[in-house]
Structure formats: structure tokens, C-alpha cells
């Protein structure tokens, strides 16, 4: 390798800041390519479902259980102060369906299956079980990564879905409780706020979300180094970057949603 | 690499999980679809609007309270005018007339913005695709919030004003200021207030008594009472009345009369008094003719005791003496008839 193919563009941590961009770009593609090559790992897929979806969902639940009782807790003084805790379900309801449920549902998904993904392949790769699938004639990209990122896009919406229906049970829960509405009421009140707009946002999220855990915690495993150090870094760094991208997802989703209301 | 579970149970596990969320999501959408009106046959109306108040594309649409419909689309038409499009189940377009009126409004006071259709007559044809609706005036929350600033700077005013009221009040100016600083006054007040007591008891003693009187009044027997309930009485009294105010009316005439007749004398009297040329005035004044009808007089005193002499020697004449005689007895005939006829009459 010559000297001039060394020397960097702008910094070496520039260089490597923009090589990982370029670096995830090639793993998104390839990942494509092997997700519509037509071999699909089903049983695979199924496992990996019911490892980020079902089993996320206890904890789902009880999250989302929490958010819309303690959501629902904290705004009714706000809401008492102008006679207004009638639109109590109004408020939560739109506060679940369009922004929490998804949210809440992707940040705690990328704290318990992000950190997996990428603990699970980041081992695989310090052991080098990757090389030894490559060598085994498996597609370790269409088994360990396809499967997985389509689990989590395609569960993480049905854990929102979830979420968003056990939150709205914990704010129904403390709405009869204190204002003692029932449950037509409630959900009349509350959906008359709901647009179907917001469903189709809360599902654009959701899916995104879902692809963005799987797909950071996939590359951060596969491209996990340093044995076990590796793989804990790989783990912490998927969490982040996948919450960081969350958010940054979420603020454009948003934009862009609101230009069609 | 996580252990693969032991047996087949996770995929019907997955299989429900996932069959569950998209059930959830379908009754959410579902229940927006009801919410919205979106699986429910709907009518388009549309009306002109001048000010549209911050209303968008889904708003409700109300009909008596009840929500009816959505809004389609807000559109801008000619000069600042706004034509907002909404959508009306055809479940209460039969409710729905055509002379009835649509305004924004809001579904609270800090509510979201809506269409209120109201009113309709019965008589009315209901509205039909595509249909109008005439725009009713309502004064908006702006309008209000400014009525209500003026009631503050009045509200500002008033308590001002009974601010320098009290503090005059208090510095012992006027009526109240002085009643409330100065003792004498007070004492005045207190006494005058006692007096006013006493006459209070009095007045109830007095109110005590005329309800007793009142009470007897309304006895029966009592010429009161009588007066009041006995018809034929009040009858005799009406006739009675009536005629004293005939007498009186009477009784003004010939008193107007005896007036005139009084004025009608002194004028007499006047010229009596005065027109000294007439017969009277010339009997009445003139000494002279006075002394002569005087005369006049006796003359003729005399002349008529010798007048009667001579009719009582014509009597014994013996030509008239058998005329007296026959009307002497004819006298006392008739005398005779007379008396005799009284006797007669039955008892």
C-alpha cells in the first residue's frame, strides 16, 4: 500500500467518521440484497420474533401501563387549573398514538434487543462463529441479519400497538378512578381527537424504529473487534446510536407528517 | 446464539402475537373510522364564510349537539371569503333543513373549532348534495374577550369611585361620614330611632285596633255589613241618593233663579231708589203726592162707610127688600144640601 493511499482526506477521525457512514451503507445494501435474494430463513425469522417480540412483551406492557397512568397523573393538575380534566383522554390518547407508544416502545426495544443484537453477533464475531458460517456455506448476513432486522420491523409496530393499547388502559384506569368515566365514554372521547393520520404515523415510526434497532444492533455486532471488550462496546454503542437515531427519526417523521395534516 | 426453543409452541405463540397486534391496530382504525364518519354514507354541503376561525381539514361538524359530519376542504373563493366543503351523514340529512344556518364555533371555551349547523323549520325541504347553507352571525371570542376588557376598565371605575367613597367615608365628609364620626349625631340618630319604635308599636296597636274594627265591620247585623251585602238596601240608598241629587239639582236651579230674582229686585230697588220721575218713584219720594193719595184715601174711606150705609137702607127698601130675601133663603138651602150630603158618606 502506498504512502498517498495512507494519507488521509481531511483527519484520520474524520476519515474514519465518514468511512463508517459509508461502511453502514454498504452493510444496508448488501443486507437489502439479501433480504430480496429469495432464500429466507422462515424458521429463523419466526425464532427471532418471538425472542424481540413476544418476549419484550411483559415489559412492554408494564412500560406502557406506567406511561399512561403516570402521563395521565401528572397533566390532570395542569388540566384541573382551566376546568378542563374532560379532555383528559383527548390528551393521552393523542400523546399515546402519535408520539408516546412508539417512542416508549422503541426506546425500551433498543435498551433489551439492541444490546442483544449486537452482543449476540459482536460474540459471534470475536469467536469468530461468523467466519465459521461463511466457511459452512451460510449466509450469515441473510440468517443472523435479515431475520433479524425484519423481527424487530415487523414486531416493534405490534409491540407499539400494544403499548399504546395498555396505556391507554393505565389512563383509563386513573380517569375512572378520579373522574369516574367510563369506558364508551373514554375511548369516544378519546379518539375523537384521532385522525387516521396519526395511526399512519405512529405505524411510519414504529416500522422505522423497528429497522433502525435492528439493522444498528446487527452492525455493530458484525463489526464488533477486541474480543469481549469488543462485544460490550458493541452492545453499549448499538443502545445509543440506535436511541440517538430514534429521535433523530422521530423529529423527521414528524416534519414531514405534518405537512399532509 | 440464543437456544432455539424446544418445541413448535413459539411459533403458534408468534402467530397469535402478531394476530393480536394487527387486531388492535384494526379496531383502532376502526374506531376512528366510526369516530370520523369515515365507513358512513355522507352528503357534501358546503357554505361561504368570512372568517373560518382556525378550522381545518376534520373538524367536526354538529348538528343540535351531535356530530353529523367532518370537514372536507377549506378553500379560498372570491375577496377574503372562505368556502369550507363538509361532509353530513345521510343518517341526519332528513333532520337537516334547508333554511337552517351553519357558524363556526367551538366545542368549549378553549375548545377545538367547529361547524355548528342549527335551526330549521319542520316545514322545510331537508338539504340535499351539494346544498348551501346560509351563514349565521356570531359574535367570536374576540369580540367577547373585548366586551369584556370594557367591563374591566368599568369594573376599574366603579371601584375607584367607591374607593374615594369610603375614604370621604371615612374623613367624616358627608351624611354617612358624619353619622359614623360624630357622636352626637349618633345620639340624635339613636333617639330618633327610638322614637320611631315607639311609634312603630304604636302603629302596630293602631293596625291591631282597625283589624278588630274591620273585623266588626264584617259582622253581620252591623249597618256596615248590612250596607255591603244587603242588595235591597243598597237599592233603597241608590234610589235615595238619586233623589237627593234630583233635589239638589233642583234646589241649584231655583237658587240660581232666586238669584237672578235677588238681582232682578235690587236692580228694581236701584232704580226706585233712583228714578225719582216714575209713579213709583213719585209715591215713594214726593211728599206732596203722598199727602194727597193720603187724602185719596181717606176720601175714599168714607165714601165707602157711607157707601155701606146706604146699601143697608137699600136692603129695608121695599123694591130690593124680596130679592134679599129669596137669595137669604136660597143660602140656606144650599147650606142644608151640604150637610145633609156629609152625613151620608159611609164610615
Given at each position: 500500500?502506498?504512502?498517498?493511499?495512507?494519507?488521509?482526506?481531511?483527519?484520520?477521525?474524520?476519515?474514519?467518521?465518514?468511512?463508517?457512514?459509508?461502511?453502514?451503507?454498504?452493510?444496508?445494501?448488501?443486507?437489502?440484497?439479501?433480504?430480496?435474494?429469495?432464500?429466507?430463513?422462515?424458521?429463523?425469522?419466526?425464532?427471532?420474533?418471538?425472542?424481540?417480540?413476544?418476549?419484550?412483551?411483559?415489559l412492554i406492557s408494564l412500560t406502557g401501563f406506567v406511561t399512561g397512568?403516570?402521563?395521565?397523573?401528572?397533566?390532570?393538575?395542569?388540566?384541573?387549573?382551566?376546568?378542563?380534566?374532560?379532555?383528559?383522554?383527548?390528551?393521552?390518547?393523542?400523546?399515546?398514538?402519535?408520539?408516546?407508544?412508539?417512542?416508549?416502545?422503541?426506546?425500551?426495544?433498543?435498551?433489551?434487543?439492541?444490546?442483544?443484537?449486537?452482543?449476540?453477533?459482536?460474540?459471534?464475531?470475536?469467536?469468530?462463529?461468523?467466519?465459521?458460517?461463511?466457511?459452512?456455506?451460510?449466509?450469515?448476513?441473510?440468517?443472523?441479519?435479515?431475520?433479524?432486522?425484519?423481527?424487530?420491523?415487523?414486531?416493534i409496530p405490534i409491540l407499539s400497538f400494544y403499548c399504546a393499547l395498555?396505556?391507554?388502559?393505565?389512563?383509563?384506569?386513573?380517569?375512572?378512578?378520579?373522574?369516574?368515566?367510563?369506558?364508551?365514554?373514554?375511548?369516544?372521547?378519546?379518539?375523537?381527537?384521532?385522525?387516521?393520520?396519526?395511526?399512519?404515523?405512529?405505524?411510519?415510526?414504529?416500522?422505522?424504529?423497528?429497522?433502525?434497532?435492528?439493522?444498528?444492533?446487527?452492525?455493530?455486532?458484525?463489526?464488533?473487534?477486541?474480543?469481549?471488550?469488543?462485544?460490550?462496546?458493541?452492545?453499549?454503542?448499538?443502545?445509543?446510536?440506535?436511541?440517538?437515531?430514534?429521535?433523530?427519526?422521530?423529529?423527521?417523521?414528524?416534519?414531514?407528517?405534518?405537512?399532509?395534516? | 446464539?440464543?437456544?432455539?426453543?424446544?418445541?413448535?409452541?413459539?411459533?403458534?405463540?408468534?402467530?397469535?402475537?402478531?394476530?393480536?397486534?394487527?387486531?388492535?391496530?384494526?379496531?383502532?382504525?376502526?374506531?376512528?373510522?366510526?369516530?370520523?364518519?369515515?365507513?358512513?354514507?355522507?352528503?357534501?354541503?358546503?357554505?361561504?364564510?368570512?372568517?373560518?376561525?382556525?378550522?381545518?381539514?376534520?373538524?367536526?361538524?354538529?348538528?343540535?349537539?351531535?356530530?353529523?359530519?367532518?370537514?372536507?376542504?377549506?378553500?379560498?373563493?372570491?375577496?377574503?371569503?372562505?368556502?369550507?366543503?363538509?361532509?353530513?351523514?345521510?343518517?341526519?340529512?332528513?333532520?337537516?333543513?334547508?333554511?337552517?344556518?351553519?357558524?363556526?364555533?367551538?366545542?368549549?371555551?378553549?375548545?377545538?373549532?367547529?361547524?355548528?349547523?342549527?335551526?330549521?323549520?319542520?316545514?322545510?325541504?331537508?338539504?340535499?348534495?351539494?346544498?348551501?347553507?346560509?351563514?349565521?352571525?356570531?359574535?367570536?371570542?374576540?369580540?367577547?374577550?373585548?366586551?369584556?376588557?370594557?367591563?374591566?376598565?368599568?369594573?376599574?371605575?366603579?371601584?375607584?369611585?367607591?374607593?374615594?367613597?369610603?375614604?370621604?367615608?371615612?374623613?367624616?365628609?358627608?351624611?354617612?361620614?358624619?353619622?359614623?364620626?360624630?357622636?352626637?349625631l349618633y345620639t340624635k340618630l339613636n333617639t330618633t330611632l327610638s322614637?320611631?319604635?315607639?311609634?312603630?308599636?304604636?302603629?302596630?296597636?293602631?293596625?291591631?285596633?282597625?283589624?278588630?274594627?274591620?273585623?266588626?265591620?264584617?259582622?253581620?247585623?252591623?249597618?256596615?255589613?248590612?250596607?255591603?251585602?244587603?242588595?235591597?238596601?243598597?237599592?233603597?240608598?241608590?234610589?235615595?241618593?238619586?233623589?237627593?241629587?234630583?233635589?239638589?239639582?233642583?234646589?241649584?236651579?231655583?237658587?240660581?233663579?232666586?238669584?237672578?230674582?235677588?238681582?232682578?229686585?235690587?236692580?228694581?230697588?236701584?232704580?226706585?231708589?233712583?228714578?225719582?220721575?216714575?209713579?213709583?218713584?213719585?209715591?215713594?219720594?214726593?211728599?206732596?203726592?203722598?199727602?194727597?193719595?193720603?187724602?185719596?184715601?181717606?176720601?175714599?174711606?168714607?165714601?165707602?162707610?157711607?157707601?155701606?150705609?146706604?146699601?143697608?137702607?137699600?136692603?129695608?127698601?121695599?123694591?130690593?127688600?124680596?130679592?134679599?130675601?129669596?137669595?137669604?133663603?136660597?143660602?140656606?138651602?144650599?147650606?142644608?144640601?151640604?150637610?145633609?150630603?156629609?152625613?151620608?158618606?159611609?164610615?
Amino acid at each position: 500500500m502506498s504512502r498517498e493511499a495512507t494519507k488521509p482526506v481531511f483527519s484520520e477521525k474524520i476519515d474514519d467518521w465518514l468511512l463508517g457512514f459509508y461502511n453502514a451503507f454498504e452493510f444496508v445494501k448488501l443486507v437489502f440484497k439479501e433480504a430480496f435474494s429469495g432464500d429466507f430463513e422462515f424458521n429463523e425469522f419466526v425464532r427471532q420474533c418471538y425472542h424481540i417480540g413476544l418476549r419484550s412483551l411483559p415489559l412492554i406492557s408494564l412500560t406502557g401501563f406506567v406511561t399512561g397512568f403516570v402521563f395521565t397523573k401528572q397533566s390532570r393538575p395542569s388540566l384541573m387549573e382551566f376546568g378542563a380534566t374532560s379532555w383528559l383522554p383527548s390528551l393521552v390518547t393523542i400523546a399515546i398514538v402519535r408520539a408516546l407508544a412508539p417512542l416508549v416502545t422503541s426506546l425500551i426495544c433498543s435498551g433489551k434487543i439492541g444490546s442483544g443484537i449486537g452482543a449476540e453477533l459482536g460474540s459471534m464475531k470475536v469467536t469468530e462463529q461468523i467466519d465459521a458460517m461463511e466457511v459452512s456455506a451460510v449466509n450469515p448476513i441473510r440468517y443472523l441479519v435479515v431475520t433479524r432486522v425484519l423481527a424487530s420491523t415487523i414486531t416493534i409496530p405490534i409491540l407499539s400497538f400494544y403499548c399504546a393499547l395498555v396505556a391507554l388502559a393505565g389512563c383509563f384506569l386513573n380517569v375512572a378512578v378520579n373522574e369516574g368515566t367510563n369506558l364508551f365514554a373514554f375511548f369516544e372521547k378519546g379518539f375523537d381527537s384521532i385522525i387516521f393520520l396519526d395511526v399512519i404515523t405512529a405505524v411510519i415510526k414504529a416500522v422505522s424504529f423497528g429497522f433502525t434497532i435492528g439493522m444498528i444492533g446487527c452492525y455493530k455486532g458484525f463489526n464488533a473487534s477486541n474480543g469481549t471488550q469488543g462485544v460490550g462496546k458493541a452492545a453499549n454503542s448499538s443502545v445509543v446510536l440506535s436511541m440517538f437515531l430514534i429521535f433523530i427519526e422521530e423529529i423527521f417523521i414528524v416534519q414531514v407528517t405534518n405537512w399532509f395534516r | 446464539m440464543k437456544s432455539a426453543p424446544k418445541s413448535n409452541n413459539y411459533k403458534v405463540k408468534v402467530g397469535l402475537f402478531v394476530v393480536l397486534g394487527i387486531l388492535i391496530l384494526v379496531s383502532g382504525i376502526l374506531m376512528i373510522g366510526t369516530m370520523r364518519k369515515t365507513f358512513v354514507n355522507k352528503i357534501d354541503a358546503y357554505a361561504i364564510l368570512d372568517d373560518v376561525n382556525g378550522l381545518t381539514r376534520g373538524s367536526n361538524v354538529w348538528f343540535s349537539g351531535v356530530k353529523v359530519g367532518t370537514v372536507k376542504h377549506i378553500d379560498f373563493v372570491e375577496n377574503s371569503k372562505v368556502k369550507v366543503t363538509f361532509g353530513i351523514e345521510e343518517a341526519s340529512q332528513k333532520f337537516i333543513k334547508k333554511d337552517a344556518t351553519v357558524k363556526v364555533s367551538s366545542d368549549g371555551l378553549i375548545g377545538n373549532t367547529i361547524i355548528v349547523v342549527s335551526g330549521g323549520s319542520a316545514a322545510a325541504d331537508m338539504v340535499e348534495d351539494g346544498y348551501q347553507f346560509h351563514v349565521s352571525k356570531e359574535e367570536s371570542q374576540q369580540e367577547m374577550i373585548k366586551t369584556l376588557q370594557e367591563n374591566n376598565k368599568n369594573l376599574l371605575a366603579i371601584t375607584t369611585d367607591f374607593k374615594e367613597l369610603i375614604h370621604s367615608i371615612k374623613g367624616g365628609q358627608g351624611s354617612v361620614g358624619k353619622l359614623l364620626t360624630q357622636d352626637d349625631l349618633y345620639t340624635k340618630l339613636n333617639t330618633t330611632l327610638s322614637g320611631l319604635e315607639a311609634a312603630t308599636v304604636n302603629a302596630k296597636a293602631t293596625t291591631a285596633s282597625l283589624a278588630q274594627f274591620s273585623k266588626n265591620l264584617n259582622t253581620e247585623g252591623n249597618f256596615v255589613n248590612d250596607l255591603m251585602t244587603d242588595k235591597q238596601m243598597y237599592g233603597d240608598l241608590k234610589q235615595t241618593v238619586n233623589t237627593l241629587g234630583e233635589t239638589s239639582r233642583m234646589l241649584r236651579e231655583t237658587s240660581t233663579s232666586a238669584k237672578v230674582m235677588m238681582a232682578n229686585l235690587q236692580e228694581t230697588s236701584e232704580k226706585l231708589a233712583n228714578d225719582r220721575n216714575s209713579t213709583v218713584g213719585v209715591l215713594l219720594h214726593d211728599a206732596k203726592t203722598a199727602q194727597n193719595v193720603k187724602g185719596i184715601l181717606q176720601n175714599l174711606e168714607s165714601g165707602s162707610a157711607k157707601l155701606d150705609e146706604n146699601l143697608e137702607a137699600l136692603q129695608h127698601n121695599f123694591l130690593f127688600r124680596r130679592y134679599f130675601r129669596k137669595k137669604k133663603q136660597n143660602d140656606e138651602k144650599e147650606k142644608a144640601d151640604t150637610l145633609s150630603q156629609v152625613t151620608v158618606i159611609p164610615k
